[in-house]
């Protein structure tokens, strides 16, 4: 991200189902949340209710109003490295975390 700050992700599966995370390097968790994968034309989508969303403290108060009553991920592949996540009003290009 422009303040050199990074949003790190992660997808994965947490008690038997789809969870993703988003966590703002040296702010904390951004938001978590528990949803279900779609397909669709361009890509795929994560899928969540205002009731799976959970907001942290690195939440700005427009990403609690943008998606507060639910909403979906969109995410398209741009290369063998490179993940465009999107959302209301946000989008961010995410490269793999070699370890």
């Not at 978590?32 to 989508?45: A, N, P, Q």
């Not at 690195?58 to 009553?69: D, E, F, I, K, T």
Request: net charge positive.
């Amino acid at each position: 991200m422009d303040d050199g700050k990074p949003l790190m992700v992660s997808i994965h599966e947490k008690e038997g189902a789809l969870f993703v995370e988003f966590i703002k390097t040296r702010e904390g968790l951004w938001a978590e949340s528990f949803g279900v994968i779609c397909k669709t034309d361009v890509g795929l989508e994560i899928r969540f209710t205002g009731e799976q969303i959970h907001f942290g403290p690195a939440a700005s108060w427009v990403l609690r109003y943008a998606l507060g009553n639910g909403g979906k991920f969109t995410l398209t592949r741009l290369g063998p490295k490179k993940l465009r996540i999107a959302t209301a009003g946000w989008t961010g290009i995410f490269n793999p975390n070699d370890k």
